[in-house]
């Protein structure tokens, strides 16, 4: 199992198949286009978990910083393909992503989840997260 930055633009590219699984809306292009200029401008990071060359479970973060708390590890995205879950892999892929965010000297990981999906908030309670807050959200559009 390897655990590492999504860098390259072909790497970038073939990891479009899994994240549409978490974002079916998105398209391949804006897509292709989204994650580089993220990387540039915003500090996103893709981090993908692989085995035996396949790609398993993908996560996208970013370190960001609040008045109150400090700096803390977001993680924005994170899914792993549906044939290889309750494997191991998403809870290799957050461990990863929990040490990342120790040495980057976060206080704390963060993670928003739709309301809808119960399963995915099942599993980040089994590994330790707890739910401490209510997002909320406006359409500017």
Avoid: N
Wanted: hydrophobic share 40%; charged share 30%; aromatic share 8%.
């Amino acid at each position: 199992m390897q655990i590492g930055f999504v860098e390259d633009p072909a790497a970038i590219a073939r990891s479009f198949e899994l994240m549409s699984k978490l974002r079916p809306r998105l398209s391949r292009e804006d897509y292709l286009a989204a994650v580089p200029r993220l990387m540039a401008d915003g500090g996103y990071r893709l981090v993908a978990l692989e085995e035996d060359g396949i790609l398993r479970a993908l996560a996208g973060i970013r370190v960001g910083e609040w008045l109150h708390t400090g700096r803390y590890l977001e993680v924005e995205d994170l899914v792993t393909a549906e044939a290889e879950r309750s494997r191991g892999y998403g809870a290799a892929l957050l461990r990863w992503i929990a040490e990342h965010g120790r040495r980057q000297g976060c206080r704390q990981l963060r993670l928003v989840s739709g309301v809808q999906r119960a399963d995915a908030h099942r599993f980040y309670e089994r590994e330790g997260m707890k739910h401490e807050a209510r997002y909320f959200s406006m359409d500017l559009a």
